[in-house]
C-alpha cells in the first residue's frame, strides 16, 4: 500500500513538473513569434519609410532641377539685354527678360510647391506605416502575453 501510495505521489510529482516546464516552453515559443512579429513588422515600416523618403528626395531632385533650367531660360535672355545695341532693342530685351524671370520664378515656385506636396506625403505614408507596425508589435504582444497566461492557467489547474 505504502509502495502505491509512493507510486502515486511520485507520478503526481512528475506531472507536475512537467506541467510547469511547458508552460515556460510554450509561452516562450508564443513570446519567441511575438519578437518575429514585431520585427517583421517594424522592418516593413522601415521598408516604407526609405521609399517614403525616396519618393521625396527624387521629388526634390527634380524640383532643384526645374528650377536650375527656368533660371537658366531667363539668364539666357537677360543677357540678351546686355548684348542690345538700340534703346530698343534694350528695351524689348529687357520686357523679354523680366516676362522670362517672372516665368522662371513661378516655374520655381510650383516646382518646389510640387515637391513640398511629395514630402508631406511621404511623411504622411511613413507616419501611417510606422503606426500600423507599432499596432502589429502590441497586437503580436498581447498573443504572446494571452497565451502565456493561459499557460499558467493550465498548469495551476493541472496542479
Known amino acids: 500500500m505504502k509502495k502505491i501510495v509512493a ?3 511520485s507520478a503526481l510529482l512528475v506531472s507536475t513538473a512537467l506541467a510547469q516546464t511547458a ?3 510554450q509561452a516562450g515559443k508564443a513570446q519567441m513569434k511575438a519578437n518575429s512579429e514585431k520585427s517583421e513588422a517594424q522592418a516593413t515600416a522601415n521598408k516604407k519609410k526609405a521609399e517614403a523618403q525616396s519618393d ?3 521629388a526634390q531632385a527634380s524640383a532643384n532641377e526645374d528650377k536650375a533650367s527656368a533660371q537658366a531660360d531667363a539668364d539666357k535672355k537677360a543677357a540678351k539685354m546686355q548684348k542690345a545695341m538700340t ?3 534694350a528695351s524689348d ?3 523679354d527678360a523680366a516676362r522670362a524671370q517672372a516665368k522662371a520664378d513661378k516655374k520655381k ?3 518646389q510647391a510640387k515637391a513640398d506636396r511629395k514630402k508631406h506625403d511621404a511623411a504622411n505614408d511613413a507616419n501611417v506605416a510606422q503606426a ?3 499596432k502589429d508589435k502590441v497586437e503580436a504582444q498581447n498573443d504572446a502575453n494571452k ?3 493561459d499557460q499558467r492557467v493550465d498548469a495551476a489547474k493541472k496542479q
Request: proline content about 8%.
Open 7 to 9: 507510486a502515486l505521489a
Open 23 to 25: 508552460a515556460p516552453t
Open 56 to 58: 521625396a528626395d527624387k
Open 87 to 89: 534703346p530698343g532693342e
Open 93 to 95: 530685351a529687357r520686357a
Open 109 to 111: 515656385h510650383d516646382a
Open 132 to 134: 500600423k507596425a507599432d
Open 147 to 149: 497565451k502565456a497566461a
